[in-house]
Nanobody
C-alpha cells in the first residue's frame, strides 16, 4: 500500500500560480500511476491530470491543458501539480491519487489510493 499527503494549497488571485505536492510513503512510489483530481462544493470529483509510473506519459483534462503541468520525482516519492494562470473556476479541494495499474485513468474509480486533499481558492 501507499499513503499520500498533499500540500501547497492556499489562496491566490486570478492569474496567479501555485504548486501542489503529493508526498508518498509505503511501497516504492515508482510502482504507481499517479493523478490529481479536484472537487468543488456541490460538484462531483473531476479529473485534472495524471502521469505514468516513469513520468514519461501524461494526460490532462481539457480545462487545464496549457495551464497545469503534472510531474513526479520518484527519488523523492513526490508528485507535483504546477498550476499557472489560475481562474476562479479552479477553486476546489485537490486530491492526489495513485494506482498500481499501468493505465493512466481519468476516472476516480481508476485509483485505489487517495490523499486527504488540499484546498485551492482562486479569488477574482
Amino acid at each position: 500500500q501507499v499513503q499520500l499527503v498533499e500540500s501547497g494549497g492556499g489562496l491566490v488571485q486570478a492569474g496567479g500560480s501555485l504548486r501542489l505536492s503529493c508526498a508518498a510513503s509505503g511501497r516504492t512510489f515508482s510502482s504507481y500511476t499517479s493523478g490529481w483530481f479536484r472537487q468543488a462544493p456541490g460538484k462531483e470529483r473531476e479529473f485534472v491530470a495524471a502521469l505514468s509510473r516513469s513520468g514519461a506519459n501524461t494526460r490532462y483534462a481539457d480545462s487545464v491543458k496549457g495551464r497545469f503541468t503534472i510531474s513526479r520525482d520518484n527519488a523523492k516519492n513526490t508528485v507535483y501539480l504546477q498550476m499557472n494562470s489560475l481562474k476562479p473556476e479552479d477553486t476546489a479541494v485537490y486530491y492526489c491519487a495513485a494506482d498500481e495499474a499501468y493505465y493512466i485513468g481519468s476516472y476516480y474509480v481508476d485509483y485505489d489510493y487517495w490523499g486527504q486533499g488540499t484546498q485551492v481558492t482562486v479569488s477574482s
